[in-house]
């Protein structure tokens, strides 16, 4: 397969350093451009971006210049744009490109919840890719937007498709997020070392509202909705990659607790692709598990573990541990793997 180009908008961030890493060696993408913010323009990527990842800079990307976000006229052969974006902006330049004819595959908030934006986790709800076509009609745009969801989100989605057989009722959820998902600059070491901070702005509501999108059935040209409601509580916790979810579901009738570790356990997808992860979700038997320090990395970051199964103390209630890692699983490699799904079915 010959490559095709792509570009990050927002490179310099925290996600957006994310893209640069993932897609160094990527077999079917080419990075051609790096867009950031005016006062990084003209430069060096080695030169503007604090580097913070465990991993050197490709050097290929250190010595590429850092473009504006205006230059659309530039990068007519760029196919796809990841956005990385901060969601101040990320709004009106998402939809300039998308009307300009580019694919943006969108790891920001902003257009997730509109109703003509495919909300995908490819290995539960590609089918919502055909809103795609919606979208150009609707809007007239020669391009599109699709999105990934928020990255605890996604972690507890990932989770919850395979126990939608038994029939879901109510999901509860608390989470304990890593720093990493608030940026570099996001949490002062001074708030967040020997604390929990227990507020995360907007992530409730994401939380609340993304899974029923995604989990719902495509009806013609319409999303409809998963019936169940989401109650989640959000937390800071001095950790640096990898979320942690204490879930709680309660089911329409009860379910074992081996029933649900073989649903997780039989879960498997059609999703081939190079960041598609061998099992999406990974069931750990040991009963201190999962860890963000032992698991965040499984399935090279892109795969969900699960753990602690175990009766509730609720009538058909069933509560376990998920965990997955907020920036390549959550975040950069969610849209690296949406992509890759595009270009599998000619979306792009």
């Not at 902006?89 to 004819?101: F, H, N, P």
């Not at 990493?180 to 995360?200: E, R, W």
């Not at 989640?232 to 081996?258: I, L, Q």
Request: hydrophobic letters at 40%.
């Amino acid at each position: 397969m010959k490559k095709i180009k792509v570009g990050i908008l927002g490179a310099t961030g925290s996600v957006g350093q994310r893209f640069v890493q993932l897609l160094d060696g990527h077999p079917w993408f080419e990075l051609e451009a790096l867009f950031a913010s005016e006062r990084s323009v003209g430069k060096k990527y080695k030169e503007v971006a604090k580097w913070f990842l465990p991993y050197k800079m490709p050097d290929e990307a250190a010595e590429m210049v850092v473009k504006s976000m205006d230059d659309v006229s530039e990068i007519r052969d760029i196919a796809v744009l990841f956005s990385a974006l901060p969601g101040t902006i990320a709004s009106e330049v998402e939809k300039r490109y998308a009307q300009a004819g580019y694919a943006v595959s969108s790891n920001v908030s902003v257009h997730r919840m509109e109703p003509d934006v495919p909300l995908v986790i490819p290995e539960i709800n590609a089918d919502h890719l055909a809103l795609i076509a919606v979208q150009k009609e609707k809007r007239g745009w020669d391009g599109f937007i699709m999105t990934n969801p928020n990255c605890s989100a996604i972690v507890l989605t990932l989770s919850l498709k395979p126990l939608m057989r038994y029939g879901i009722k109510e999901v509860r959820v608390s989470t304990m997020q890593a720093v990493s998902g608030a940026g570099y600059a996001g949490v002062p070491s001074m708030a967040i070392l020997d604390n929990v901070i227990p507020f995360i702005g907007n992530e409730e509501d994401k939380m609340e509202s993304e899974p029923q999108k995604i989990l719902g059935t495509l009806e013609g040209s319409e999303i409809k909705n998963a019936t169940f409601n989401v109650c989640a509580s959000c937390h800071r916790v001095p950790v640096m990659d990898g979320h942690t979810e204490a879930v709680w579901v309660k089911f329409e009738e009860s379910v074992s607790e081996e029933e649900v570790k073989k649903a997780f356990m039989d879960f498997t997808t059609d999703i081939k692709t190079p960041f598609a992860p061998e099992k999406a979700i990974i069931l750990r038997e040991e009963q201190d598990r999962p860890q963000p320090k032992l698991d965040r990395d499984a399935g090279k970051g892109m795969s969900v573990s699960v753990g602690r199964i175990r009766r509730g103390r609720m009538e058909n209630e069933i509560k376990y541990i998920a965990q997955g890692h907020n920036t390549i699983r959550g975040a950069a490699g969610a849209s690296i793997l949406n992509a890759e799904v595009l270009l599998e079915r000619g979306y792009i």
